[in-house]
């Protein structure tokens, strides 16, 4: 039980360092863009490099938060069946939910692995910066969302009787 308390903590510190970086993130995709946009219409000369700060950006921003999303069940979801299931029944449904999430989410980040592997012989055509640099977010992200659904599968098994609450 000390095991899944400290678990708690890690999981409660991951979420505010999740959810901190993906508001710097959204700072730093609205400020390039907002550039991007002043450059061209104002000043009539582009910036080549804040349309990729934005879009790079924006994909670590979605990285990031998608942990923090998945542990406050935020994801879109059609209950519509899963609603007509007695509760007894719905513990197993949540049960699988999770580990097909865990599952995937551990293939998806396997696989950003070996694209961020690959990434770093290529650089980004207008900053000029390793690929490999921009899937580290695809990578975090999903390491990130595998333990979060970890913590779903524990918390769904104490909050069904699976284990006491502490």
Not at 16 to 29: R, S
Not at 78 to 100: A, G, S, T
Not at 125 to 137: D, E, F, K, N, V
Not at 152 to 163: F, K, N
């Amino acid at each position: 039980m000390q095991q899944n308390n400290i678990f708690d903590k890690v999981i409660q510190v991951m979420e505010k360092v999740c959810n901190a970086m993906a508001a710097i993130l959204l700072a730093i995709t609205v400020g390039s863009s907002a550039i991007q946009v002043f450059c061209r219409t104002v000043l009539g000369s582009p910036l080549s490099w804040t349309e990729e700060l934005a879009r790079f950006g924006g994909v670590w921003m979605v990285m990031w938060a998608m942990g923090p999303v998945f542990k406050a069940r935020g994801h879109i979801g059609i209950d519509f069946l899963y609603n007509k299931f007695p509760d007894r029944f719905r513990k197993y449904v949540d049960i699988f939910d999770d580990l097909v999430t865990i599952a995937v989410m551990a293939a998806f980040t396997w696989f950003a692995c070996i694209l961020m592997k690959n990434g770093a012989r290529t650089a980004s055509p207008a900053l000029r910066i390793p690929m490999s640099w921009i899937y580290t977010g695809v990578v975090l992200g999903g390491a990130c969302s595998v333990l979060f659904a970890v913590h779903a599968l524990l918390y769904h098994r104490r909050e069904h009787g699976g284990e006491e609450s502490t």
